[in-house]
């Protein structure tokens, strides 16, 4: 066996075993979402009884509910925050404040979560005691996904600008388009893939957030997450792996439908500059 043998099978090994670490145990949760043993890691045989259990457990229902409402809501507002950042540091590369603004944009991904959760809880607690608004609920939660959300959307829209071609945008100017119509008809086209990456990447985060949620959340707007998290503690029931099927599946259809239609945009693209050069 040759040596490029050799480093390409282990290589192909060692992705093999780090898919094997981070899908076998969801696997294994779906599988046992099926199981008809009240205890979670023990098959009995096969059962939908966990997911028509599902339909009654409120408690659950209700975290879930608020949870997608929450990083619906958090996804689009980083998508939106996180672009203005993101043109900012790009586009002005000199302006007053640019690095404590770079630097404040970027804090909330190096900080931990207790430190950004305590404080956030310190400043609304002074904010309502001051105007009486706002109550911890969804709105204070979605300010603690927002805020780290819009970091993320951030650095995964401000790498898709600096890799463009800054002569298409000037190009555009010089046949008489404005810079709102620069921006609507040739920019945002061509970063509409990191847009929705950005997306995806922030509900998800929002979506599984426990530390800020639990110092964001008050009576009546308790997550998932937070329910799951509250009910390990006394022994989990196979009905919460039925939920957690039900999230898997929702975030799969999404990620295969956003791959589906980035592949295809980026393939028409590629079409139509093949044919622009041919002309």
């Given at each position: 066996?040759?040596?490029?043998?050799?480093?390409?099978?282990?290589?192909?090994?060692?992705?093999?075993?780090?898919?094997?670490?981070?899908?076998?145990?969801?696997?294994?949760?779906?599988?046992?979402?099926?199981?008809?043993?009240?205890?979670?890691?023990?098959?009995?045989?096969?059962?939908?009884?966990?997911?028509?259990?599902?339909?009654?457990?409120?408690?659950?229902?209700?975290?879930?509910?608020?949870?997608?409402?929450?990083?619906?809501?958090?996804?689009?507002?980083?998508?939106?925050?996180?672009?203005?950042?993101?043109?900012?540091?790009?586009?002005?590369?000199?302006?007053?404040?640019?690095?404590?603004?770079?630097?404040?944009?970027?804090?909330?991904?190096?900080?931990?979560?207790?430190?950004?959760?305590?404080?956030?809880l310190l400043m609304l607690v002074s904010v309502q005691?001051?105007?009486?608004?706002?109550?911890?609920?969804?709105?204070?939660?979605?300010?603690?996904?927002?805020?780290?959300?819009?970091?993320?959307?951030?650095?995964?829209?401000?790498?898709?600008?600096?890799?463009?071609?800054?002569?298409?945008?000037?190009?555009?100017?010089?046949?008489?388009?404005?810079?709102?119509?620069?921006?609507?008809?040739?920019?945002?086209?061509?970063?509409?893939?990191?847009?929705?990456?950005?997306?995806?990447?922030?509900?998800?985060?929002?979506?599984?957030?426990?530390?800020?949620?639990?110092?964001?959340?008050?009576?009546?707007?308790?997550?998932?997450?937070?329910?799951?998290?509250?009910?390990?503690?006394?022994?989990?029931?196979?009905?919460?792996?039925?939920?957690?099927?039900?999230?898997?599946?929702?975030?799969?259809?999404?990620?295969?439908?956003?791959?589906?239609?980035?592949?295809?945009?980026?393939?028409?693209?590629?079409?139509?500059?093949?044919?622009?050069?041919?002309?």
């Amino acid at each position: 066996m040759t040596a490029a043998t050799f480093n390409r099978w282990f290589g192909r090994g060692w992705l093999g075993l780090g898919y094997v670490f981070l899908y076998v145990p969801i696997v294994a949760l779906v599988i046992y979402s099926f199981n008809d043993s009240p205890i979670p890691n023990v098959w009995r045989g096969f059962t939908l009884k966990w997911y028509a259990a599902l339909m009654h457990d409120e408690e659950l229902l209700a975290g879930l509910a608020l949870s997608l409402k929450i990083a619906f809501l958090t996804a689009c507002g980083s998508v939106v925050l996180g672009t203005f950042a993101a043109f900012a540091l790009v586009k002005y590369r000199r302006f007053w404040g640019r690095t404590v603004f770079s630097g404040m944009v970027n804090a909330p991904l190096v900080m931990p979560e207790v430190v950004v959760g305590l404080s956030l809880l310190l400043m609304l607690v002074s904010v309502q005691r001051a105007i009486g608004f706002p109550e911890r609920g969804l709105l204070t939660i979605w300010f603690g996904h927002l805020l780290l959300g819009m970091a993320y959307a951030t650095v995964v829209v401000q790498a898709r600008l600096q890799d463009l071609n800054p002569q298409l945008e000037e190009a555009a100017m010089d046949l008489g388009a404005r810079p709102h119509q620069v921006f609507w008809l040739v920019t945002l086209p061509m970063i509409a893939q990191s847009l929705v990456s950005a997306w995806l990447l922030t509900f998800t985060l929002s979506l599984d957030d426990v530390v800020l949620s639990a110092f964001l959340s008050g009576p009546g707007s308790t997550t998932m997450p937070l329910v799951i998290f509250s009910r390990a503690r006394l022994g989990l029931n196979p009905s919460v792996n039925a939920v957690a099927t039900l999230i898997i599946v929702i975030v799969s259809v999404g990620v295969v439908a956003a791959s589906y239609f980035i592949a295809r945009a980026e393939r028409r693209r590629l079409r139509e500059m093949t044919l622009a050069s041919r002309g």
